[in-house]
């Protein structure tokens, strides 16, 4: 058994990135916890054995959207359990609020982010969108803690 198959919750960073009341997120369509369609989540990755999660946010940043970040504070530890097509997913989710380091990028609308063969757009999406449940948000409780203004 490889540790990618074992049974054991997954280290995972992810970087809340705001402009304004606009949060950075990468889009996706297809299957989730809550049914399929197009859902959000934060830029950010797993942390690899031996990395600090803020260097693993950091690299993460650099290969997702080819631009640097620092890491402001630390928000929250979201411990993510979810069931998609009937397999459990078990994920420790830390989230640190983080900065573009040049300044130019919080005027651009779109981040186009290639892992492998697959290409997937970052863009700013209102807050409030994820709040009111317009838009559906991962992991699960990180729009409660947007909305109470942790981040």
């Given at each position: 058994?490889?540790?990618?198959?074992?049974?054991?919750?997954?280290?995972?960073?992810?970087?809340?990135?705001?402009?304004?009341?606009?949060?950075?997120?990468?889009?996706?369509?297809?299957?989730?916890?809550?049914?399929?369609?197009?859902?959000?989540?934060?830029?950010?990755?797993?942390?690899?054995?031996?990395?600090?999660?803020?260097?693993?946010?950091?690299?993460?940043?650099?290969?997702?959207?080819?631009?640097?970040?620092?890491?402001?504070?630390?928000?929250?530890?979201i411990?993510?359990?979810?069931?998609?097509n009937?397999?459990?997913?078990?994920?420790?989710?830390l989230?640190?609020?983080?900065?573009?380091?040049?300044?130019?990028?919080?005027?651009?609308?779109?981040?186009?982010?290639?892992?492998?063969?697959?290409?997937?757009?970052?863009?700013?999406?209102?807050?409030?969108?994820?709040?009111?449940?317009?838009?559906?948000?991962?992991?699960?409780?990180?729009?409660?803690?947007?909305?109470?203004?942790?981040?």
């Amino acid at each position: 058994m490889t540790k990618e198959d074992a049974n054991y919750p997954k280290a995972k960073v992810f970087g809340i990135l705001q402009s304004g009341h606009r949060l950075l997120v990468v889009e996706f369509n297809g299957e989730h916890s809550r049914g399929r369609g197009i859902y959000y989540r934060p830029i950010g990755g797993s942390i690899e054995f031996g990395e600090k999660s803020i260097d693993a946010l950091i690299r993460e940043f650099k290969e997702e959207v080819k631009e640097a970040v620092e890491i402001e504070c630390f928000i929250a530890c979201i411990e993510n359990i979810f069931m998609i097509n009937e397999q459990l997913g078990h994920e420790m989710i830390l989230v640190y609020k983080v900065g573009f380091v040049n300044k130019k990028n919080y005027k651009r609308e779109l981040f186009y982010l290639q892992e492998n063969e697959k290409v997937s757009v970052a863009k700013w999406i209102d807050i409030m969108d994820f709040v009111k449940g317009e838009k559906v948000l991962f992991p699960d409780g990180l729009a409660d803690k947007l909305e109470r203004g942790i981040s």
